[in-house]
């Protein structure tokens, strides 16, 4: 994947404030994650809500390297802005790292992601319900240069839901920390620093620095 620069970075704070930043993604939920994750970023925000009659970025290739850059090279292409993407998945070690890069397409039509999963995990003990969120966030400029991160939060299958936060497995994993709580009771600021997601966006942040002008 290239490393190259890129364009040109702003270099101050008024060229700062001008730069769009579109997030490859139509999911609202994630959509508001990610922007209270990077909120003290001056970017102005973009969607993929904002290209109403674009098709959609088939989410087919076999690993989270591959779809988010995908997204990211295919909307950079379409909008001519700086854009971020994220693939992320669940992996459980009871089910040989299954939903992974499919979480998103776990269960068939009509049927609901988590019933299936506890329902594959059903007689599993406790002690081996472990599993981990993994996710990969990819930026890439108009120019094509694209930069990638990775993050990754372990913790386990809990045998019910439990909470009303977050969204997709988040009522069914528990952290290995804060206590055994599910990731949908944590408050938003928590999950917000703890997060797969949050963790790669954290990694990304110095190449976002740099697009801002510090």
């Keep these: 994947m290239s490393r190259g ?110 019933d299936k999963l506890l329902g594959e995990l059903r007689g599993v003990a406790p002690d081996a319900r472990t599993a981990r969120f993994v996710c990969t966030c990819c930026l890439v400029s108009p120019d094509g240069d694209a930069f990638s991160e990775h993050g990754e939060l372990r913790g386990r299958i809990a045998l019910e839901r439990k909470g009303d936060g977050g969204f997709g497995y988040d009522p069914v994993f528990v952290p290995d920390e804060y206590g055994g709580l599910h990731l949908a009771e944590l408050p938003a600021d928590i999950k917000n620093r703890i997060s797969h997601r949050a963790r790669a966006l954290a990694a990304l942040r110095p190449k976002l620095n740099e697009l801002r002008g510090e």
Excluded: M
């Design 5 to 114: 620069a890129g364009r040109r970075v702003p270099r101050n704070r008024s060229e700062c404030l001008s730069v769009e930043l579109l997030l490859a993604t139509g999911n609202r939920h994630k959509l508001d994650e990610i922007q209270a994750i990077l909120a003290d970023l001056p970017f102005v925000w973009k969607s993929t809500q904002d290209w109403p009659n674009a098709t959609e970025v088939s989410e087919d290739g076999d690993t989270y390297d591959r779809n988010a850059l995908l997204k990211a090279k295919i909307w950079s292409e379409r909008s001519g802005l700086w854009t971020l993407a994220d693939d992320s998945g669940l992996e459980v070690d009871a089910l040989d790292g299954r939903p992974g890069v499919r979480s998103a397409r776990y269960a068939g039509p009509g049927e609901d992601q988590i």
